[in-house]
């Protein structure tokens, strides 16, 4: 179609394969459970037909949500393509016609890993196996709880990776029991760690004159890797290295 | 005629006493989750005089005020939709701290909710909209852990429903139920945060029921712990109601009786093992989670005495277990419109199935927001019934092939709310036998009761409605004995307490919840429901008691 037509077609209405797509989306993956119920007539999220939005503000809910609400940014889960023709049929519910000469993107080339490290990926972030998986301690690609701070370096192998220690990592006690600890603030009067007894690590916050903090604990990576075999730690290796830049 | 039941409720009141007293200590009064205080200085005779004592503005509004307040010692603990927790003098509102929780930067899971915290060893437990469990010191506000529970970002959960505290551990269940999620129930010690135990309510590969489960299904198929249990203390059994198997509308991919999704569980409160389970939807295919409340009373039943769980499904059926052994002893509708079955049978079999289909509407009673929603039911010992609030809507649902993602939204299907067939969608308050399920009296509402229901030795019933009336009924005939605007809906839970002689009823209001914010799509009139968040305290005039 070349650009005259697409002006004009535009001019008059969304194109109607648009607002198809953008429909099959929207019942997909806004109209469904409790959220904006079918043609956006408002289910446990408000109403979205005929409520005077503009554009834009579709366009930007859309794609970036609603921080404290259940309205998440779809941009980073639907593909533009997808994202475009479902902004275009939320603002046909609302009456507005578009603006001309536009047309969906194409969808960007996704970058993907190379496979050993896409299993790595998800084998740190394996929920099969629970609390015993890396992300339960460290954040990477923006997933998993960030008890460690970034990884400063990725060890060379699996015998380094299980013998690898925390510096931070030292031995506490309170109430008369010694157990790994990583001191978060120290203070002169509260003094805030994590417990690494046992994951989950647990963030505790104590009186610092009740609170004695000793020598560097013999806590190493071995202690909590159980759960993976030796070739899997190597893909998770091998994952780290794609992805984090210290 | 009224005295021969009273007998035996007064006989099994002796062995299992769930009513609470000066204090509300529990989300559910006490661990047997009855919302019965023995209080009566509030009864029949002098209900009308009731005033407002005090209000607590929150000043957090984003979905309402759900909470349960817990009051200990005359001081009220009371939790918003953002895990913001006041500490509240009970007397006169007064704060005493407040613990500030970070608010979220990013979108929250299934939007941010908060039924409620509980409390023990000092210390204040409150789930997180971003799935962290954290005690706060009970005299100061101040952090004494924190721990993650999960990552909300990956797992499609999050925390909304009130910890449970049992012995030395606080139990805490998690939303993810429409999500690509495998639930579980996490028990920790109160003293310092480290994890106790863990309970998958799906079983992994090698434990018996993983067999239930069609292929991987099991790692995605919900069975998501998101209301709160309860704890029998001479049984040591923590009891807790597990919610529907995902894909929620289409089965396809999990073929199986789906184990232990729609099933109440039986944990040994130390290990967390399970003693028994009972399914009471073997593969649901209707989003009829078992999550909701556990009451746990003796009763007779055909001539023995029974250590008894009420348990009502979202399906509308009210089920009746012995909860030493899990069987199955009985069960009746609080529904008038149901067509997702024609009933159950004498051993607990579900007869007459009407399945959604693929690609096409069914229409199906009640719908996927229930024949009752979370918010809770009441049982009296004093007339050995317990007190329902059903919702009588129905829904086209609409069953999809879906593949699962993790963490994200895994409903297989569309659901679409209506009427039932003949009439406008309304609700119901009513009593029924606790036991025989013989309905005593029924009170009729024109919009859906979605706040939990109190009852009191005053023989006084206590809940809320959308338009902002708070209300008490007769308990043993459900005549409307005095009613309140408190300027916004109810979502929350009533409780009551006394103090220095005084008795007080404190009810959260504050419209909102994903259900609450539905009703626009059955009555447009519904749009117009004001938002809230404030704690209204009641009590007699001084001088009036």
């Known amino acids: ?246 | 005629m009224r005295s021969f039941p009273l007998l035996l409720v007064l006989a099994s009141a002796y062995a299992q006493n769930g009513a609470t007293h000066d204090d509300w200590p529990h989300y559910g009064g006490t661990q047997l989750s009855w919302r019965y205080s023995a209080l009566d200085q509030i009864n029949t005779s002098n209900v009308q005089k009731l005033v407002p004592v005090w209000a607590f503005q929150t000043g957090d509004y984003e979905m309402g005020l759900q909470a349960t307040p817990i009051v200990s010692d005359g001081v009220v603990y009371l939790s918003t939709s953002h895990n913001q927790v006041y500490a509240l003098d009970a007397a006169t509102g007064r704060p005493i701290w407040q613990y500030k929780y970070p608010m979220p930067t990013t979108p929250v899971v299934y939007g941010p909710q908060n039924r409620g915290v509980a409390i023990g060893d000092g210390k204040v437990f409150e789930g997180t909209y971003d799935n962290y469990l954290v005690a706060i010191d009970q005299k100061t506000g101040r952090e004494v852990w924190k721990v993650n529970v999960d990552d909300a970002r990956q797992c499609g959960c999050n925390i909304t429903g009130a910890p449970l505290v049992v012995k030395d551990k606080v139990i805490v269940g998690g939303t993810g139920g429409d999500s690509a999620h495998r639930g579980y129930l996490t028990a920790f010690y109160m003293k310092t945060g480290r994890l106790a135990w863990r309970f998958y309510t799906i079983p992994g590969p090698g434990e018996k029921g993983n067999e239930t489960w069609k292929g991987d299904s099991w790692k995605f198929g919900g069975g998501a712990t998101w209301m709160t249990g309860s704890f029998d203390p001479a049984l040591n059994l923590v009891y807790w109601g597990v919610g529907n198997a995902a894909a929620d509308l289409y089965a396809g991919d999990r073929e199986g009786a789906n184990l232990y999704a729609n099933s109440v569980v039986a944990l040994d409160a130390d290990s967390g093992k399970m003693r028994w389970y009972y399914q009471e939807v073997p593969k649901d295919v209707w989003d009829f989670d078992s999550s909701y409340e556990c009451v746990l009373l003796d009763r007779e039943v055909r001539g023995r005495m029974r250590k008894l769980l009420i348990h009502v499904n979202k399906g509308g059926f009210t089920f009746l277990l012995d909860r030493v052994t899990g069987e199955f002893l009985g069960a009746y509708p609080i529904v008038e419109n149901y067509n997702w079955i024609s009933g159950i049978t004498e051993d607990g079999k579900l007869a007459g199935r009407k399945e959604p289909v693929e690609g096409k509407a069914v229409n199906i009673c009640p719908s996927a927001i229930g024949g009752k929603s979370w918010n809770q039911i009441a049982y009296s010992p004093r007339t050995g019934w317990i007190y329902t609030p059903s919702i009588e809507v129905c829904n086209d649902l609409i069953a999809n092939h879906q593949e699962a993602q993790e963490g994200r939204s895994f409903i297989g299907g569309n659901w679409v709310m209506g009427a039932p067939p003949g009439r406008e969608p309304y609700s119901h308050l009513d009593a029924y036998d606790a036991v025989t399920g013989k309905r005593q009296w029924t009170f009729p509402y024109k919009y859906i009761l979605l706040a939990s229901i109190l009852a009191t030795a005053g023989d006084l019933l206590f809940t809320g409605d959308p338009e902002g009336f708070f209300f008490a009924l007769d308990a043993r005939t459900g005549a409307k004995l005095w009613s309140f605007q408190t300027g916004s809906g109810h979502r929350g839970s009533a409780v009551t307490y006394s103090i220095n002689g005084r008795q007080y009823v404190a009810t959260p209001t504050g419209w909102g919840s994903l259900v609450g914010r539905g009703l626009a799509g059955l009555w447009p009139e519904a749009e117009t429901f004001r938002g809230g968040s404030t704690l209204m305290v009641f009590a007699l005039p001084e001088g009036a008691r």
């Open chain 1, 1 to 246: 179609m070349n650009r005259l037509a697409l002006f004009l077609l535009a001019s008059l209405a969304w194109p109607q394969d648009l607002l198809t797509r953008g429909a099959a989306v929207f019942a997909k993956s806004c109209a469904t459970g409790y959220c904006h119920g079918l043609k956006g007539a408002a289910a446990g999220a408000p109403r979205l037909a005929a409520r005077g939005f503009d554009e834009a503000h579709i366009s930007n809910v859309t794609s970036n949500g609603v921080p404290g609400t259940a309205m998440q940014a779809f941009a980073s889960i639907l593909p533009e393509r997808d994202l475009t023709a479902v902004v275009a049929y939320v603002a046909s519910l609302n009456g507005i016609t578009p603006r001309a000469g536009r047309t969906p993107a194409a969808d960007p080339p996704k970058p993907s890993l190379p496979p050993e490290a896409a299993r790595g990926r998800a084998l740190f972030f394996d929920s099969t196996r629970g609390l015993a998986r890396c992300s339960t301690c460290h954040q990477v690609d923006g997933f998993g709880i960030p008890v460690a701070g970034p990884m400063a370096k990725i060890p060379g192998g699996v015998p380094e990776l299980r013998e690898l220690r925390t510096p931070h990592v030292r031995m506490a006690t309170l109430d008369g029991e010694s157990f790994p600890a990583l001191i978060v603030t120290p203070g002169s009067r509260r003094t805030t760690f994590y417990d690494l007894t046992t994951p989950p690590p647990v963030l505790r916050t104590v009186d610092s004159s009740d609170l004695k903090i000793g020598e560097a604990a013999a806590w190493s990576h071995a202690i909590v890797l159980g759960s993976y075999r030796e070739e899997e730690l190597a893909a998770i290796l091998t994952f780290l290295r794609a992805v984090v830049r210290p």
